[in-house]
DNA sequence: CGTTTGATTGACCCCACTCAAACGTGGTGG
DNA sequence: CCACCACGTTTGAGTGGGGTCAATCAAACG
């Protein structure tokens, strides 16, 4: 999830990839679409000069001016509380989007900031309407997409509201070994871009609850840390601390 | 948020409201459209027979043929974990829409149930998705609601995520409050239409802390709790626990 | 190398959950 | 009309999961 990104050392005067030739285009945006409409697509799409670490896409309060695509590295999204404290909402991935914040007012919602390098694709928002009003299957896309995104964060509803802290960090890690899986990464082996005080933020523990949780899971023998690089030894007893397989319906702590 | 329910004795053949005679047109959805594309919109709309408490409206699964807008009683949509406990996702007032869960893969992944005697609007999916290549407009306003769902899902992400039990309470009072508001209706005297068991779930609290903290806020004097009715005394300290008033940076319980 | 940032580990404690019991309130039937 | 039951709500007592505080450790970096 960070060493994939090969170092951006090109100009980026035209490294314009178009969207049928780049190789996350099934996860992306354009997944499921006629050549005809993609071309079109491809038109619009704009590349931008990659991000570095800690780098803002966009800030709440910013007009929203595009939806964006990661391409290669990884993004945080967050919102602040009034009283100034602030919650991770999402980690996004190459081939996901950011940005859906934001359509509700022509402002964005949430805050976007690079996990590490990171570079992304960017379609306008003016573009993308008039586009969504000639080629019905981008229409039906876009809703698919934000059908997803609500989709997604009731899940998280369900995890932050419902769910132990040994649940969270198996959900979590089962989140992320499913993405690396979708493309085409290695599902048991990968490395996590954030910081382990945003995987707390993110599953509303403390940094030190994470910590203690990864070490008892790697004392269980279900994965193996070392530092970021995460390693999943039984991807079954992860599924069974987490309710999603059957064969042991009662509840369970570590040393079943 | 209950007693407003007229009991609905007519017979349901003919008794279609036009949206642009509907008195919750500027909170639903075609809030801010032209009259022409509002005719439109009030040809494809159907009226439902009311629902009685606790029936379903869809189902986790089920497949979503149309979006509802409510137009008296009340809602809730929830969802489900692998392991069997559900939380509650979202309250849904009159005029404001349910069922755009299922946009993606066009089933619906969560479950509606509501809470009183209820009607709804139904726009059917595909006539909804025919009318948004035709008028701009609709596409437009499909955009604002979805992204509105997106941010209303974040701040509730920021509740689960962040705030203590106090806050959330406070959190859920100035909500109903401010919807109550919108809708013309006392801001600072309403009756809920769900049982505590609900506002628990939904906050991820236990039903006891509700009622203690109900408790302890009407002890306070910041509210006159009856039963479901709820009365607020002093809306600004509620502010001030949610931390939007200034006045008062400092963390602070109730002893204020 | 010293410094800084992130991660881990231990000791302690508190908020909110659990368990349990009592209390209306509304509905039902005798 | 009252007795009864069922359900939602309240209240109290006790406990434990996860937070807080603080110290240590390891890697990265200038």
């Known amino acids: 999830m960070t060493d994939v990104n090969k170092p951006q050392l090109v100009t980026f005067e035209r490294l314009k990839v178009s969207c049928g030739q780049c190789n996350l ?32 896409l966009y800030r709440e309060g910013d007009a929203s001016r595009a939806i964006y695509a990661v391409r290669s590295g990884s993004v945080k999204t967050l919102v602040e509380s009034p009283n100034g404290d602030e919650q ?38 003016n573009k993308l309407e008039n586009l969504c009003t000639t080629l019905p299957g981008l229409q039906h896309q876009m809703r698919r997409i934000m059908g997803k995104e609500v989709t997604e964060e009731h899940k998280m509803l369900l995890m932050l509201g419902k769910m132990s802290a040994e649940e969270k960090i198996a959900t979590f890690l089962l989140s992320i070994s499913r993405r690396m899986e979708e493309r085409h990464w290695k599902a048991t082996e990968f490395v996590l871009s954030m910081p382990r005080q945003d995987i ?4 509303g523990l403390a940094v030190e609850t994470v910590s203690r949780l990864f070490a008892q899971y790697q ?15 039984d991807l079954h007893r992860l599924k069974v601390i987490v309710g999603e397989s059957e064969g042991a319906k009662e509840k369970k702590g570590l040393k079943g």
């Open 88 to 125: 991770i909402v999402g980690f996004h991935l190459p081939g996901e989007l950011v940005g859906v914040d934001g359509f509700m007012d022509g402002s964005h919602t949430c805050t976007a900031i690079s996990l590490e390098t990171t570079s992304v694709c960017a379609i306008p928002m």
């Open 200 to 203: 707390a933020n993110y599953l």
């Open 25 to 56: 285009n099934e996860l992306c945006f354009p997944h499921g679409m006629n050549p005809e409409d993609m071309s079109q697509l491809d038109a619009v799409v704009e590349q931008r000069k990659p991000l570095q670490k800690n780098d803002h």
């Open 219 to 233: 004392e269980a023998g279900i994965i193996k840390v070392d530092r970021r690089r995460i390693g999943i030894l």
